[in-house]
Nanobody, 125 residues
Framework: QVQLVESGGGLVQSGGSLRLSCAAS????????MAWFRQAPGKEREFVAS????????EYGDSVSGRFTIFRDAAENTVFLQMNNLKPEDTAVYYC??????????????????WGQGTQVTVSS
């Protein structure tokens, strides 16, 4: 069993930066893929970024590519999302997720076995 706890959300002005953290308790096996999703009010949950635990392969959603960076600290069982040049349209609840046996595209929501409770990010114009 894996529990995920996000932190680091908050209010920031357009153009600013935030770093989100996702601390995982339990065992993260080398086969896992970790990801960030987000959901804005009235919208569907959207894939943001993912990283594989074994070989550190990273993928990004089109709307954040070039602005956001996902990285992990395997020793601390923590995944981070560095968000730069934030825009008002980045406002959403951000969720951390873990896929124990990744055999689907990283944006496949139903593939993820564990989810955090979410952290709110608000970007003011």
């Amino acid at each position: 069993q894996v529990q995920l706890v996000e932190s680091g959300g908050g209010l920031v002005q357009s153009g600013g930066s935030l770093r989100l953290s996702c601390a995982a308790s339990g065992t993260i096996y080398s086969s896992y893929r970790m990801a960030w999703f987000r959901q804005a009010p009235g919208k569907e949950r959207e894939f943001v970024a993912s990283v594989t635990w074994r070989n550190n392969k990273k993928e990004y959603g089109d709307s954040v590519s070039g602005r956001f960076t996902i990285f992990r600290d395997a020793a601390e069982n923590t995944v981070f999302l560095q968000m730069n040049n934030l825009k008002p349209e980045d406002t959403a609840v951000y969720y951390c997720a873990a896929d124990a046996s990744p055999d689907s595209p990283p944006g496949t929501i139903s593939a993820y076995d564990y989810w955090g409770q979410g952290t709110q990010v608000t970007v003011s114009s």
